[in-house]
């Protein structure tokens, strides 16, 4: 019972293979992770990786293979015993019961409180109540607890699923360092994530899948990103290529949109910019920052408690998002979620803008609807296999289509929050290459990302809010992460007059 | 490799099934006919006891002219439920339909009664779309208020004509209870309007945008959508349709009462969610609520011949409404 084991794996998947009708997500796809060992699963836009996860987690049984836990069949096939057998996941958006209090959700879960705090102490939360209710916390303090909780529990093998999308850049370090305490501790950890940097940093080896296979295992060590790269789209393409050339920044005196000491509670306090047609901006803010609630206004989600907008020159105001559109403002949230319908199929969600209006609730125009829409899912190589319901495709594919709809409906000036968020590296160069096209075109272009890599490779210039105030504008030029990361924390440039 | 073939035939059938849903329905109505059948030979076919004709027109042609009002209010839920709302007040608003129409027609002359009679429909659908649409009350509670509010509005209504007498138009006795070639006169009306509900859903906007916020409100929002003008036009589009049906089941009824058509407000709710709407909204079809009322009918007809007692009747009514939708989900995996 003891040496023997100790060799084996503690989780060892082999084999599985899983189809969805006619589209086969997973072939055959594989994963050993021995103790103390952190396991990077990796794999492009619809590889098959959330597939596999699901099947590892027992949200789905796979069709052939199996999963052993320290040599027992796990029963896959349902979470619960997916659970008992030791395997705990941790999602990109936690699994707490939002009208519970912090502690209610721990009894839920049979999950001791001591343990619990130490380790929610050490993730960086230290002001945490427990009988705080679960909607009145932050996001980025919910994903602690949430990994607090699954810590807690004694797990043998962690699964954490882009457990740092999106999170602050201190709670970024406290958890790595946590997950590595961990996993020197003896437990398993299989860590999802789209972060080379992360990666590079915290697992020993990566298992790539891709087409539903896994092609590759490699040992973590310096340079290896462009070999997972190569394994993951399995052509060598340059990870750090600028899309496109900068456009110059057009001498139009009047910009597209001029953004005058917006402020809105809680986080947004005085805002100004401007974003000139044919110009990508970014915007660069830690969580909470204000950000939200400037998309929220720009968008017609709500509206400013002072400051005004500007379009062309005139004033506007928005009451519902609606206006916004009607004047070429369009938005694609940060949560996938929030912009599709799931169980609908992918023309239905890009035409979804032609019906809208009262005017158009007559017979649908099918030939019009169809040519541009059609242009859209070409335009964004959308792969359409799975077209009859969008929530089958994968988190890429779904993206694409939000941005989609509004390039069939025809867009002016594009408010990204996030659109990167979760997805394979080659869908994000598709999606920069799309934004610096459209900015060619003419259309204005509002790209606000938690990745600060993503500035250079997409912007011409970036914002920098923090407070709710605009902090710094930043050339892309400039833009090293280093640069961005220090305005990102109010701190001064350095180097600069000041 | 590893496509066990009966897994692969399994689900295709069931994603079959899942896409056109009306056709596992169809079959169990076919079963439920032969079923009664067998229990009273000759009834279907009359050519078994010497009858000429291979089915039973007449005994067909009752079968559909009971089942078109309760389809037609079956639309109401269907189009509701496409958005997660219900029409509760269906039911009420038909009765007041049909008795406002019976009272006022001696008064006013038939083609005036008609038109009042639909706008006294629509009132209510007004009141139930602002209710739930603009002030956001949750429609299930909305239609529930309108329609007690609306029955006894009617009772008051009742005393101030209680003098004048009712009349039933002509025309709606033609359409209620004549009969063409055997098939009740109801079809005139029902086909017409059944295509265009099929078209509404299917080719318009209007149904594009039903289903939309049915599936994610928030999304559609996003997309432009103001809900509450799509959701306002569609309870009174819901309540004129009512007004319809209220109508016609006058016409077949012959009597007004206060309370004509309220017994078949729960009867059409059940009809749409054996039809395969989802009362969680996204998902539905009007032909799969026609199938639905026709299955009832004939569960009806089923257990009147049994001569169970009332309550019994009821009762097992109630359990094959609960086992039909279980099988449903299971066959076809949608909630």
């Known amino acids: 019972m003891t040496n023997v084991q100790h060799s084996n794996p503690i989780l060892d998947a082999a084999s599985i293979a899983k189809s969805f009708g006619p589209v086969r997500a997973l072939t055959d796809a594989r994963l050993r992770v021995s103790a103390g060992e952190i396991v990077a699963l990796l794999g492009a836009n619809g590889a098959g990786k959330s597939t596999f996860v699901k099947i590892l987690t027992g949200a789905l049984s796979p069709d052939y293979g199996r999963v052993l836990i320290r040599g027992k069949p796990a029963n896959v096939g349902s979470p619960a015993k997916a659970r008992a057998s030791g395997l705990i996941p941790v999602y990109q958006e936690p699994s707490l019961i939002p009208d519970l209090s912090v502690f209610e959700n721990l009894r839920l879960s049979g999950t001791s409180v001591e343990p619990f705090l130490e380790f929610v102490t050490k993730l960086g939360i230290e002001d945490i109540r427990l009988e705080d209710e679960i909607t009145s916390l932050p996001l980025a303090t919910l994903r602690i607890l949430d990994l607090g909780r699954a810590l807690a529990s004694n797990p043998q093998v962690l699964l954490l699923d882009e457990l740092t999308a999106a999170l602050p850049t201190d709670l970024v370090e406290n958890v790595l360092k946590v997950v590595r305490e961990q996993a020197d501790a003896g437990c398993g950890v299989i860590y999802i994530s789209h972060r080379f940097s992360e990666i590079s940093l915290l697992c020993d080896r990566a298992s790539v899948l891709r087409d539903g296979q896994t092609v590759g295992e490699l040992v973590i060590k310096p340079g290896v990103e462009e070999h997972v790269v190569e394994l993951m789209l399995g052509a060598k393409i340059d990870l750090y290529q600028r899309e496109g050339l900068s456009s110059a920044l057009p001498n139009s005196s009047t910009p597209r949109l001029s953004i005058k000491s917006l402020s809105a509670e809680p986080k947004l306090e005085d805002v100004s910019f401007n974003l000139y047609s044919g110009e990508v901006l970014g915007v660069v803010a830690l969580e909470g920052q204000g950000q939200d609630e400037l998309f929220e206004i720009l968008s017609g989600f709500r509206r400013q408690t002072s400051g005004a907008i500007e379009l062309n020159g005139n004033l506007v105001s928005f009451a519902h998002p609606a206006d916004a559109i009607a004047k070429g403002l369009m938005f694609v949230p940060g949560d996938r979620a929030d912009a599709l319908l799931a169980e609908r199929s992918v023309h239905e969600n890009i035409a979804l803008p032609f019906s809208a209006a009262g005017s158009s609730w007559g017979p649908l125009k099918r030939r019009f609807e169809n040519e541009r829409v059609k242009h859209a899912i070409e335009k964004l190589q959308i792969d359409t296999r799975a077209q009859g319901e969008v929530r089958r495709l994968s988190g890429g594919n779904q993206q694409k289509v939000t941005i989609a709809r509004w390039l069939a409906k025809g867009v002016e000036t594009l408010l990204l929050l996030d659109p990167t968020r979760g997805i394979d590296v080659r869908t994000k160069r598709q999606i920069y290459r799309l934004v610096r096209e459209l900015a060619t075109q003419g259309a204005a272009v509002l790209f606000y990302t938690s990745e600060l890599g993503e500035i250079p490779l997409a912007c011409d210039r970036t914002i920098v809010i923090f407070n709710g105030r605009v902090v710094d504008i930043i050339d892309a030029k400039d833009a090293t992460e280093q640069v961005l990361m220090r305005a990102a924390y109010g701190l001064e440039r350095q180097g600069t007059e000041a | ?335």
């Not at chain 2, 006919?33 to 009858?51: F, N, S, T």
């Not at chain 2, 295509?195 to 080719?203: A, P």
């Not at chain 2, 799509?230 to 589009?237: E, G, I, K, Q, S």
Request: charged share 10%; with cysteine.
């Open chain 2, 1 to 335: 490799m590893k496509d066990t073939p009966t897994v692969q035939a399994s689900v295709r059938l069931g994603r079959y099934l899942r896409d056109n849903p009306v056709i596992p329905l169809i079959a169990f109505l076919l079963l439920l006919i032969v079923a009664l059948e067998i229990m009273k030979p000759g009834m279907i076919m009359p050519i078994r006891v010497g009858r000429n004709g291979i089915f039973s027109t007449f005994w067909i042609g009752n079968l559909i002219k009971f089942a078109i009002p309760l389809a037609m209010l079956a639309a109401c839920q269907v189009l509701t439920m496409l958005t997660s709302g219900i029409d509760l007040s269906a039911g009420v608003v038909a009765t007041v339909a049909a008795f406002v129409c019976a009272t006022a027609s001696p008064l006013v002359g038939v083609g005036p009664s008609i038109l009042i009679a639909l706008s006294a429909g629509a009132l209510v659908g007004l009141v139930n779309g602002i209710g739930s649409g603009i002030i956001r009350v949750h429609p299930l509670i909305m239609t529930l208020g309108t329609g007690l509010i609306a029955t006894g509005c009617l009772q008051v209504y009742q005393r101030f004509v209680i003098s004048t007498g009712t009349e039933i138009p002509g025309f709606l006795l033609w359409l209620g209870t004549g009969r063409t070639l055997g098939m009740p006169n109801g079809l005139f009306l029902f086909i017409p309007f059944a295509i265009g509900i099929l078209g509404l859903m299917r080719y318009s906007g209007f149904g594009r945008l039903l289903f939309a916020l049915g599936s994610n409100e928030h999304a559609a929002r996003l997309s432009g959508v103001r809900s509450w003008q799509v959701l306002v036009a569609l309870y009174v589009l819901s309540s004129i349709i009512a007004s319809l049906a209220g109508l016609l089941y006058l016409g077949m009824i012959r009597t007004p009462s206060l309370s004509l058509a309220n017994p078949l407000l729960l009867p059409s709710v059940a009809a749409a969610v054996i039809g395969g709407t989802s009362i969680f909204g996204g998902r539905g079809s009007f032909g799969g609520a026609i199938v639905g009322a026709l299955i009832l009918r004939v569960i009806d007809t089923l257990l009147t011949l049994l001569q169970m007692p009332q309550g019994a009747r009821i009762m097992i009514f109630g359990l094959i409404i609960l086992a039909v939708t279980a099988m449903y989900v299971r066959i076809t995996g949608q909630r």
